[in-house]
């Protein structure tokens, strides 16, 4: 129940950074929204140098909206990074639970 609270959160989310809950954002709806919402995931974001960069990186091409699929790519990217690092933090608490 968790996970389908926390998609339809992302939905909701996504489709309310649009003043018409449009099925696409503009750059700076998307910029304002992620800095808001992931200030600390996506620090890049903030200037437009770093919302340029992030936008290449998710292959929105310039002038173009964000879809809820490029979105979803930048949602894919910090939830692997962040599995990573909470993967190594369990792997680094289990060797030093073994070497007590």
Same mark, same amino acid.
Do not use: Y
């Given at each position: ?42 620090? +890049?974001?903030? *200037?437009?140098?770093? %919302?340029?960069?992030? $936008? #290449? ?9 964000? +879809?809820?699929? *490029?979105?979803?790519? %930048?949602?894919?990217? $910090? #939830? ?21």
């Amino acid at each position: 129940m968790n996970l389908e609270l926390a998609l339809n959160t992302l939905v909701k989310n996504f489709h309310s950074a649009s003043p018409i809950d449009a099925d696409m954002l503009t750059a700076q709806e998307f910029q304002s929204r992620i800095s808001k919402e992931m200030p600390t995931m996506v620090k +890049t974001a903030g *200037d437009q140098e770093g %919302l340029n960069k992030l $936008l #290449a990186d998710l292959n929105v091409e310039e002038g173009k909206g964000v +879809t809820f699929k *490029d979105f979803w790519r %930048l949602v894919d990217s $910090l #939830a692997t990074a962040q599995f990573g690092l909470q993967s190594k933090e369990k792997q680094m608490k289990c060797v030093k639970c073994s070497l007590m």
